[in-house]
């Protein structure tokens, strides 16, 4: 089992960047396949990026591909979200997720069983 906390949300003016972090508990963070999603007020919650277990694979939506980057760091328990070029649209709850030895692709179409509590991230235009 693996808890999430996510944090480095806020306000951000449209064109600027800004980074999410979510730290996990235990000691097997690096064999879970891990994934940010998003749900914006009204929306259903939806798939933005996600990284292997290993390491080796990542996957994006396309409407955040060559804005934001997914990474983790597994000697500090932590994955990341470097958003960049943020607009008003990208206006969410951002949560992070886990999934045991997922690889990218299996995140993205089969939902995981682990999820964060959330952090909010608002683009002004």
């Known amino acids: 089992q693996v808890q999430l906390v996510e944090s480095g949300g806020g306000l951000v003016q449209a064109g600027n960047s800004l980074r999410l972090s979510c730290t996990a508990s235990?000691?097997?963070?690096?064999?879970?396949?891990m994934a940010w999603f998003r749900q914006a007020p009204g929306k259903e919650r939806e798939f933005v990026a996600a990284?292997?277990?290993?390491?080796?694979?990542?996957t994006y939506a396309d409407s955040v591909k060559g804005r934001f980057t997914i990474s983790r760091d597994n000697a500090k328990n932590t994955l990341y979200l470097q958003m960049n070029s943020l607009n008003p649209e990208d206006t969410a709850v951002y949560y992070c997720?886990?999934?045991?030895?997922?690889?990218?692709?299996?995140?993205?179409?089969?939902?995981?069983?682990?999820w964060g509590q959330g952090t909010q991230v608002t683009g002004s235009s």
């Open positions: 235990g000691r097997t963070f690096s064999t879970y396949g």
């Open positions: 997720a886990a999934e045991s030895y997922s690889t990218a692709q299996g995140l993205k179409i089969s939902m995981p069983h682990y």
């Open positions: 990284i292997s277990w290993s390491g080796g694979g990542t």
